[in-house]
């Protein structure tokens, strides 16, 4: 079974740039579509961002689009999720999940199929 498996977490400061990275575990992510999701302290999860399995269409949530992209490594089975600009509000722990969702469902956490443990991203002022 193909598990995600993040990382690329940490301290950074605000304005600074940060990528994440997502590497499957005991299999490839190759017809997978990725998507990242992040939950802050007293928070609920909410999507981030998603990249196709065929890599032909991403998708953003509002509150990072313009300042991220997500993008895959086929040769390292890698997804990356690049956030620049970052902002305090931005501080959670983010997961990468892989599933099968439709184009107009990729922001809906309940129908990805696998998760990662999540790496904790801390953004100070």
């Known amino acids: 079974q193909v598990q995600p498996v993040e990382s690329g977490g940490g301290l950074v400061h605000a304005g600074d740039s940060l990528r994440l990275s997502c590497t499957a575990s005991?299999?490839?992510?190759?017809?997978?579509?990725v998507g990242w999701f992040r939950q802050a302290p007293g928070k609920e999860r909410e999507f981030v961002a998603a990249i196709r399995w065929d890599d032909a269409g991403t998708s953003f949530a509002g509150s990072v689009k313009g300042r991220s992209t997500i993008s895959r490594d086929r040769a390292e089975n890698t997804v990356y999720l690049q956030m620049n600009n970052v902002r305090q509000e931005d501080t959670a722990v983010y997961y990468c999940a892989i599933g099968f969702p439709p184009t107009s469902a990729r922001d809906n956490a309940n129908i990805y199929r696998s998760w990662g443990q999540g790496t904790q991203v801390t953004v100070s002022s």
């Open positions: 005991g299999g490839t992510f190759k017809y997978y579509t």
